[in-house]
């Protein structure tokens, strides 16, 4: 088994930028690739970034692509989502995710999942 909780969400102005955390504990991590995934209000859970065990290979939706940077330490079993340039639509539940299977991370089935931190963006 696998926990991961999330932190470092808040409230933040349009523009500006926010770092999420998301800590993973009960058994190895370095084997896991790592996503975080939104879920905006009556809106669909969707896909933001992911990133392999190794950190080499990453991931990102389009529509944040130069905005948020992912990245991990496996040595502190954590993986962050430095966010920048916050837009209003960025406002969701941020949840991290793991899985061993990179497609089935991305495919948005992971084997793990935390249970959210907000991110709410003012304008």
């Known amino acids: 088994q696998v926990q991961l909780v999330e932190s470092g969400g808040g409230l933040v102005q349009v523009g500006g930028s926010l770092s999420l955390s998301c800590a993973a504990s009960?058994?190895?991590?370095?084997?896991?690739?790592m996503g975080w995934f939104r879920q905006a209000p009556g809106k669909e859970r969707e896909f933001v970034a992911a990133?392999?065990?190794?950190?080499?290979?990453?991931d990102y939706t389009n529509s944040v692509k130069g905005r948020f940077t992912i990245s991990r330490d496996n040595a502190k079993n954590t993986v962050d989502l430095q966010m920048r340039s916050l837009r209003p639509e960025d406002t969701a539940v941020y949840l991290c995710a793991a899985d061993q299977n990179w497609s089935r991370l991305r495919d948005q089935d992971p084997g793990f999942w935390g249970q959210g931190t907000q991110v709410t963006v003012s304008s």
């Open positions: 990133i392999t065990w190794t950190g080499l290979s990453k």
């Open positions: 009960g058994r190895s991590f370095d084997r896991f690739a």
